[in-house]
Nanobody
Framework: VQLQAFGGGLVQAGGSLRLSCAASGRTFSNYAMGWFRQAPGKEREFVVAISWSGETTYYSNSVKGRFTVSRDNAKNTVYLQMNSLKPEDTATYYC??????????????WGQGTQVTVSS
């Protein structure tokens, strides 16, 4: 599976961005998808995960109520709508394919990452 994440950029605090992750190579709809992020000097952390059907989602407490994940299996794409962005959301965001989990080791394929920078 190849994953391509895009949609990052520079935004002011309180603003919004929508990230997309396009998958190719295998049957996308069979897999859960996750978004993780990594800030400089910090470990990669879980953001959100969505089941293969889209019916089950898990959010980290830090983004709950502000971020929304969705997927379109017909387009092999998962989306992350990020609202009310905060400077602490600044990180490189990665999408991944694997098992529905907050654990990075349960994801088999990773995208290259897209940078999100939130200015105060």
């Amino acid at each position: 599976v190849q994953l391509q994440a895009f949609g990052g950029g520079l935004v002011q605090a309180g603003g919004s961005l929508r990230l997309s992750c396009a998958a190719s190579g295998r049957t996308f709809s069979n897999y859960a998808m996750g978004w993780f992020r990594q800030a400089p000097g910090k470990e990669r952390e879980f953001v959100v995960a969505i089941s293969w059907s889209g019916e089950t989602t898990y959010y980290s407490n830090s983004v709950k109520g502000r971020f929304t994940v969705s997927r379109d299996n017909a387009k092999n794409t998962v989306y992350l709508q990020m609202n009310s962005l905060k400077p602490e959301d600044t990180a490189t965001y990665y999408c991944a394919v694997g098992r529905l989990s907050f654990r990075t080791d349960l994801y088999d394929y990773w995208g290259q990452g897209t940078q999100v920078t939130v200015s105060s």
